[in-house]
């Protein structure tokens, strides 16, 4: 089923977590919610998922949101300079308060009050919430990934 949805193979992060079937449903449900089907702009949520991979150092997500990315209008350049952070030049305002944002809950596990009013400045009460569960979940798979020593789909 996960093959004609993905129009060929399915992604090993679906034939990995697949074999715990009840708990791949519900995380499907959910991570789905967040991407693709959540209410920031994709290129956002791209954007931060590329972040996440860098600071976890999770090839896998990596490789797989480079594509992703790519389809959803970031440039090669956006995507060569994710892990130089939110400091390196050439991000808008925005993309850079989503960065720092994503470091910080790395790092921090919250936000600074100046980051909290940056990211607000940006995002509806809605969209803060989702990309601090954005950040959460995709942290949470790199950490299985990685774990797991998924391979790069290939």
Known sequence: MIGRATRGR????????????????????????????????????????????????????????????????????????????????????????LLRATDELHAERTLSDETWAAVRGELDERGAIELCLLVGHYEMLAMTLNALNVQLDG
Request: charge should be positive; glycine fraction near 6%; aromatic fraction near 8%.
């Open 10 to 97: 399915p992604p090993n992060v679906f034939t990995t977590l697949a074999r715990h079937r009840r708990l791949f449903r519900a995380w499907l449900r959910f991570a789905g919610r967040l991407m693709p089907f959540g209410t920031l702009p994709r290129k956002d949520t791209e954007l931060v998922i590329l972040r996440v991979a860098d600071n976890t150092r999770c090839a896998y997500e990596r490789d797989h949101h480079e594509r992703m990315g790519r389809r959803v209008g970031l440039t090669a350049e956006e995507i060569a300079r994710t892990p130089d952070g939110p400091d390196a030049p050439g991000w808008t305002p925005r993309q850079r308060t």
